[in-house]
């Protein structure tokens, strides 16, 4: 028996198989779940060749969050193949500019970036719960993965500033689609060498002792642990749990800065 058995999962923005969305996928495979990913644009051919490394093929779905008319026809995307019920939905989908947004240019950054950066990372929470709505209910999760807003890292400058809209984006759709069973929770991972995070310039220096400081220590190349907990909150496990944000940080956060 899987954690996940007889779940349908929903894993948004899969790109190549270092992402977490990518471990998220896998590791809701192997615990029972059907599972279907999405990207868009040139990546599309990527993520359809990543796609046969997961234990089972899933169908790919293209779906860019900034455009309406895939959101306003992905419930239909869905039933063509065969999904009447969505358990889970998992946002794994940020942007920033490295050239504008990132590594010490946030005195500098243009708000055409800025607002591009906040409506791929944080309003696409919204537009992908609505889009999915038709297809959830009471028991259905949604989950999206941030890293720590609370606190000005090095280099992260407006990407922090967008997650930090993730989370209240987070929290006002636990208000209110709670009434209908439907939650939504975050996960705070540590920092990991994803592709996402390679663009980030000066990311050394955010990553730079976070192994040596966090209680239980941290391997950045390991995604197993944060795709876990993203799991762990799409399962039946957490039925009275939203609104929250839970920290997979080795324990980072609760030393403070």
């Not at 609370?150 to 636990?174: C, F, H, N, Q």
Request: proline share 5%; with cysteine.
């Amino acid at each position: 028996m899987g954690l996940l058995d007889g779940k349908t999962v929903l894993v948004a923005g899969v790109t190549m198989d270092s992402s977490i969305g990518f471990a998220v996928a896998k590791v809701a495979q192997e615990e029972g779940a059907r599972v279907l990913i999405s990207n868009f644009g040139r990546a599309l051919s990527i993520t359809k060749r990543i796609a046969k490394r997961l234990p089972e093929e899933p169908p790919v779905l293209d779906l860019d969050v900034t455009n309406q008319e895939h959101l306003d026809g992905l419930a239909d995307a869905l039933r063509a193949e065969g999904v009447e019920r969505l358990d889970g939905v998992v946002h794994s989908i940020a942007y920033g500019n490295p050239e504008t947004l990132l590594g010490g240019k946030f005195l500098d950054g243009p708000w055409d970036d800025v607002s591009q950066a906040v409506q791929v990372s944080a309003y696409s929470l919204k537009s992908l719960a609505m889009a999915t709505r038709p297809l959830l209910g009471s028991g259905s999760s949604i989950v999206g993965l941030t890293f720590d807003a609370t606190i000005a890292w090095p280099a992260y400058d407006w990407m922090g500033v967008a997650k930090a809209a993730l989370e209240s984006t987070s929290r006002y759709l636990a208000r209110d689609l709670g009434p209908d069973g439907i939650r939504c929770n975050l996960v705070s991972a540590g920092p990991l060498k994803t592709l996402a995070a390679k663009a980030i310039p000066g990311f050394e220096e955010l990553d730079e002792g976070w192994g040596t400081r966090a209680p239980l220590g941290w391997d950045n190349t390991d995604q197993g642990p944060t795709a876990k907990a993203v799991c762990a909150l799409i399962s039946d496990f957490f039925p009275a749990t939203t609104g929250e944000i839970v920290h997979v940080d080795g324990g980072y956060h609760s030393l403070g800065a």
